[in-house]
């Protein structure tokens, strides 16, 4: 099946760290360039960042550039997301989310962070 | 603030046609990028509905349609059921901007 699939998301506090993962099945994941959108609670969804294949390219949102990293491996099919310095205003629901050109083709379902003291 | 536009609800009954706007500016949805349509239905992933302004994907019924004018684009849903009560969002690209943008969302209830 091809799928997403989310992990790592959790309750930390402000200027804590948190350590994103996706995991890709069912398609050929070294092919695909990828994006990480996010929703905070009563919200629309945000684009925060974009890896290239090869991970030569990477772009984020204003909103996170600087404090948030985006990564991958090839190898073990997974798509990362380091987020360092978290604000309030980062506590969101996290997509890992496969481009197909200008639009996105695959969302996974999602893993909720909640910046909190 | 959303780079795109969308009215935050629209309802319509069981039957009925209702129409989702996505309004942007000269340097998004004007500059000529495409518009593209996904559902959302709270705690699942998104789907995508509609790409590239009136393309759909294979498994999205024909009552979903999309088109584009100037700088803003439209969702039509004919035909209403209530299993299409869910979250709309427009997205399209940004040329001042690196990235995609989105529109606010539409919530349509479904009477």
């Known amino acids: 099946e091809v799928q997403l699939v989310e992990s790592g998301g959790g309750l930390v506090q402000p200027g804590g760290s948190l350590r994103l993962s996706c995991a890709a099945s069912g398609f050929i994941f070294s092919t695909y360039h990828m994006n990480w959108v996010r929703q905070a609670p009563g919200k629309g969804l945000e684009w925060i960042s974009y890896?290239?294949?090869?991970?030569?390219?990477?772009y984020y949102a204003d909103s996170v550039k600087g404090r948030f990293t985006i990564s991958r491996d090839n190898a073990k099919n997974s798509l990362y997301l380091q987020m360092n310095s978290l604000r309030a205003e980062d506590t969101a629901v996290y997509y890992c989310?496969?481009?197909?050109?200008?639009?996105?083709?695959?969302w996974g379902r999602g893993t909720l962070v909640t910046v909190s003291s | 603030q959303s780079v795109l536009t969308q009215p935050p609800s629209v309802s319509g009954a069981p039957g009925q046609r209702v129409t989702i706007s996505c309004t942007g500016s000269g340097s998004n949805i004007g500059a000529g990028h495409d518009v593209h349509w996904y559902q959302h239905l709270p705690g699942t992933a998104p789907k995508l509905l509609i790409f590239d302004n009136t393309n759909r994907p294979s498994g999205v019924p024909d009552r979903f349609s999309g088109s584009k004018s100037g700088t803003s684009a439209s969702l039509a849903i004919t035909g209403l059921q209530a299993e299409d009560e869910a979250d709309y969002y427009c997205?399209?690209?940004?040329?001042?901007?690196?990235?995609?943008?989105f529109g606010g969302g539409t919530k349509l209830t479904v009477l």
């Open positions: 890896i290239s294949v090869t991970s030569t390219t990477t």
């Open positions: 989310v496969r481009p197909a050109g200008w639009y996105f083709d695959l």
């Open positions: 997205q399209s690209s940004d040329t001042s901007l690196s990235g995609r943008v």
